[in-house]
């Protein structure tokens, strides 16, 4: 089964044409991760598929089903950002539930969701804290479990390390990876990091100026570049 399926999608506000034409698959359970410099429409791109933003023309589909016209809360997608988006009047175990309380979730769901994604992430000891009290890496990891608990088909992962020091960001890494083997679910992450691109990915897709430059393995990207620009991304020092 095809977990997302982009056919010909194209993104414009007002005159200014964003996505141009992007095809895409992501097979059920991949891990895809999407590269290109800043402003070439990474996050618009996520904020499409999510249905946070209407795609100008092009077909999106989510387990094979047409969702263009479906709202973001019906799309079995979560979302991850880069900037955590935590509410700072909620603790931790308030944060995590709120989605599911908002879906009329039983409290005994909520309650074994919520430890089953604390218990993932390492937060068990964390729950009545409030954001203000957590480092960033903790905080990020409350963020992941606000995903995980709504037990989503899709991940969407916009830079979410990015503003984490580059020990945090590596534990993070291995954590994000672990909980794709362990949640058999697909995952698109967004980032500018080679590093994490070539070790996270199943797939990669370079994005440039709002079009797909090339699709393909980390091995294959860096073994057989479309081109300079991707050499200069992802490809071997030629
Ligand atoms: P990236 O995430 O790759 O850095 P973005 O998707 O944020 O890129 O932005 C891609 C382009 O789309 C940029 O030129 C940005 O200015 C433009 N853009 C994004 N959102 C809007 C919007 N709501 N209105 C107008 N232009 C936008
Ligand atoms: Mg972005």
Excluded: W
Excluded at 25 to 39: A, L, Y
Aim: with cysteine.
């Amino acid at each position: 089964m095809t977990a997302l399926t982009l056919t010909n999608v194209n993104k414009s506000f007002g005159d200014v044409h964003v996505l141009k034409d992007i095809n895409i698959e992501v097979e059920d359970g991949e891990f895809v991760v999407f590269v290109g410099p800043s402003g070439c429409g990474k996050s618009t791109l996520l904020r499409v598929i999510a249905g946070l933003e209407d795609a100008t023309s092009g077909e999106v589909r989510i387990g094979g089903e047409m969702v263009n016209a479906t709202p973001p809360s019906r799309r079995g997608i979560a979302m991850v950002f880069q900037s955590y988006a935590l509410y700072p009047h909620l603790n931790v175990r308030k944060n995590m539930s709120l989605a599911l309380k908002q879906e009329k979730q039983s409290k005994a769901v909520i309650e074994e969701r919520v430890g089953k994604a604390s218990k993932m992430l390492n937060l068990e000891d964390y729950l009545d804290r409030y954001p203000s009290e957590l480092s960033g890496g903790q905080r990020q990891r409350v963020a992941i479990g606000r995903a995980i608990v709504r037990e989503p088909k899709l991940f969407l992962f916009d830079e979410p390390l990015s503003n984490l020091d580059a020990a945090l960001r590596m534990n993070t890494r291995l954590e994000i990876a672990n909980l794709h083997d362990a949640l058999a679910a697909s995952m698109i992450y967004v980032t500018h990091d080679q590093t994490e691109a070539m070790t996270l990915a199943d797939k990669i897709v370079v994005l440039r100026d709002g079009r797909v430059e090339q699709i393909g393995s980390p091995m294959e990207l860096y073994n057989n570049p479309a081109n300079q620009f991707v050499a200069g991304f992802l490809g071997s020092p030629a």
